[in-house]
């Protein structure tokens, strides 16, 4: 069984900056498709940002320009980099990775904007 594991989150001021990570803990196949989901206290789960195996990136509109979505075949990793963030921008993280028809789901990283 695959898992995917996150790191980065934690509590940073307004206008700061994180670096979230996911690992996958089986390097036998390349994701298809990787990307960045987050879920706000009484809000549903919403797509941040994907990624393609051909590095093609969507980004939500309220992201753009802010948030920058990156792979790593070889690690078998994404990545999250996120700048001048906003309390707004608070929410569990979830990684996603996707091969064939199977999808998978971090645990969740907790990033909290707060002054």
């Known amino acids: ?30 994701f298809t498709y990787m990307a960045w989901y987050r879920q706000a206290p009484g809000k549903e789960r919403e797509l941040v940002a994907d990624i393609t195996n051909s590095d093609s990136t969507k980004y939500v509109d309220s992201v753009k320009g802010r948030f920058a979505i990156s792979r790593d075949n070889a ?17 569990v993280y979830y990684c996603n990775a996707r091969f064939l028809l199977t999808s998978y789901w971090g645990q969740g990283t907790q990033v909290t904007v707060s002054s």
């Open 75 to 91: 690690k078998n990793a994404v990545y999250l980099q996120m700048n001048s963030l906003k309390p707004e921008d608070t929410a």
């Open 1 to 30: 069984q695959v898992q995917l594991v996150e790191s980065g989150g934690g509590l940073v001021q307004p206008g700061g900056s994180l670096r979230l990570s996911c690992v996958a803990s089986e390097s036998r196949f390349r």
